[in-house]
């Protein structure tokens, strides 16, 4: 059993269906501080300031979804549902949190798009990467180690067009035929990705 502490105060409580109502009655009595502490929070943001709620919403795939934050006792975890995600923490007040969890969120989904795509463009590019990994850049996009013939691809492309991530991908790949930005290199996108000048201008808007 867990409970959740919607972003109108409401209190919601989940439990199987062999579960007696008693139970669940003393189970949300335990929690009675819990809640207390943790709608009285919520409560507060939102007469303080009823857009932070949902911050600016969260970015995915080149959309922005409504974020809605909710108090839970259980771990702490994202959900979508009807194009609203919503962010289920302990410690509702807790940014460093919030951010963990988006960011693991985004790295699961990322880690996923990227299975799905990475033999395709090394068919495309006509070369094999030896591996690839994903982490959070400031300056980059992406990243080649020629030598080691490894990639690195940043975690903030979960939130850009899944166009922006094959580019991406298929640019670092063909680092591994020409290491420098040269004609060389730019006639190789040519041919491996004909429009990469339109989607680089969009995934640096």
Known sequence: MYLRILPD????????????DDAIRNFVHTKTDWVKQHREIIL??????????????????GRMYPLEVVATNGR????????????????????????????EWYRNLLKKEINSIFSDCEKIVGVKADEWH?????????????????IWLNLQLAKKDPVCLRYVIIHELTHLLERKHNA??????????????????MLNI
Not at 78 to 91: H, P, Q
Not at 184 to 201: A, E, G, L, N, T
């Open 134 to 150: 994903i982490k959070n850049m400031k300056t980059k996009w992406g990243t080649c180690n020629i030598k080691d013939r490894r």
């Open 184 to 201: 060389v290199f730019k006639s190789y996108m040519d041919k491996f990705c004909p429009d990469w000048r339109q989607i680089k201008k």
């Open 44 to 61: 507060q943001r939102q007469e303080k300031d009823p857009a932070q709620n949902n911050f600016t919403g969260l970015e995915l795939w």
């Open 76 to 103: 702490p975890h994202i959900e979508m549902r009807e194009d609203t995600v919503y962010l289920f923490l302990a410690e509702v007040g807790n940014e460093d949190l919030k951010i963990k969890t988006v960011n």
């Open 9 to 20: 105060g409401s209190v919601k409580v989940t439990a199987p269906k062999k579960i007696k």
